[in-house]
């Protein structure tokens, strides 16, 4: 497979060449790490070969090494208490563009959601200071009143979508009017030159305080949600509909499986429903991030019923979804035995990994 022809060949010290770039390994270590986790990834390539990839991933607190006066970044600055410095996030930054390039199957996926980035210069860096620099990934980024500065955004391929619009939607709880938290983002486009379609970034509140205390929080933002849903879905009952993000709760909790209403593929479906594409995953006890000794599927893809159930026209490609858990973004986990996440940071440890959480992603192709 093409996958492997690249570790191999970034092994021999040699480049290679993705959409006609060629690509080096940043150093010896490098090409030794890229090799040893190049085994098989065709688990991952597109069904399609003129299928679209969307996908979502929380980068982890990209953070540049500025200090901002106006959020609370004082961890990530140049010689802050984490230690963090232009080495390590170039260091970073590299890592997530060779995992944006295997990502997308035959090519670099046609759109990608992030959140847990600090400002539009870190996405602007990354898209052009690394293996993705010839790729012409435009961004749409806006600051949020996160208190730690954390945005959510996305970077898109124009020669494979094109944006019609886009709105960022701050939430106000009225409930605590003095939280905030992200903006979610809803993105209009249109792809294969035909078909219109609707998705939604998220990063939802955290659990921090309990699931008890934090969830009334994100039930308000899936409310938001629910609601511009059947806005869409009054005016045209066939919109293509796609919801993306780190949820902070799982398939089977009340946002998710009542407010979006997001059911599993075999299930009894209704007018306004929502297919999850991570339920089953869920079931089987897998997941996109792990606290302690427990997978948790916060990172989904949800798409509404009429895209799911469509034979012709715009489907998802082989009716499927999944998450990019590509060997080199995992390590042992000595702790609470097998395998986690390998992550930038473990509290103040360094440990120089992608992300603590998965991507995950998704498939679309028009079909006669």
């Avoid at 690509?23 to 090799?35: G, K, L, N, T």
């Avoid at 390539?45 to 991933?57: C, D, G, Q, T």
């Avoid at 009952?237 to 709760?249: C, E, H, Q, Y």
Wanted: proline share 4%.
């Amino acid at each position: 497979m093409k996958h492997i022809f690249f570790l191999f060949a970034a092994l021999l010290g040699t480049s290679w060449t993705c959409m006609g770039q060629e690509i080096q390994p940043d150093s010896d270590d490098e090409r030794v790490e890229m090799a040893e986790v190049g085994s098989d990834l065709s688990r991952f390539e597109r069904k399609s070969p003129n299928a679209l990839r969307l996908a979502f991933y929380n980068l982890e607190n990209l953070f540049d090494t500025e200090d901002d006066t106006l959020i609370n970044d004082e961890e990530f600055v140049a010689g802050g208490m984490k230690g963090w410095s232009e080495t390590r996030f170039r260091h970073k930054i590299n890592n997530h563009a060779k995992t944006l390039i295997a990502l997308g199957g035959w090519e670099a996926p046609a759109m990608v959601g992030f959140c847990e980035v600090e400002n539009r210069g870190v996405i602007h860096r990354l898209i052009t200071e690394t293996s993705l620099k010839d790729m012409n990934y435009q961004i749409i980024h806006e600051n949020s009143p996160d208190r730690r500065g954390i945005d959510v955004c996305l970077i898109y391929r124009p020669d494979k979508i094109r944006v019609l619009n886009h709105e960022y939607r701050r939430v106000f709880v009225p409930e605590d009017p003095g939280f905030k938290t992200r903006d979610f983002l809803y993105v209009k486009g249109l792809v294969f030159d035909k078909d219109t379609i609707h998705v939604f970034y998220n990063h939802w509140p955290s659990r921090m305080g309990g699931q008890q205390t934090s969830e009334p929080k994100r039930i308000f933002v899936a409310e938001l949600i629910r609601a511009m849903c059947d806005s869409l879905l009054k005016d045209n009952p066939n919109a293509n509909i796609l919801i993306s993000g780190d949820f902070n709760d799982e398939p089977g909790d009340k946002t998710m499986a009542q407010i979006l209403r997001g059911k599993r593929r075999d299930a009894e479906l209704k007018s306004g429903d929502f297919v999850n594409f991570m339920y089953e995953l869920w079931e089987k006890g897998l997941g996109t991030e792990k606290y302690q000794d427990h997978w948790g599927m916060l990172d989904q893809w949800l798409v509404n019923v009429a895209l799911f159930k469509r034979q012709k026209g715009l489907v998802v490609d082989g009716g499927d979804a999944g998450i990019f858990n590509a060997p080199w973004l995992i390590e042992r986990d000595e702790r609470y035995l097998g395998e986690k996440p390998y992550r930038t940071f473990n509290g103040p440890q360094y440990l120089g990994g992608h992300s603590d959480h998965f991507p995950v992603y998704i498939d679309l192709v028009r079909k006669k």
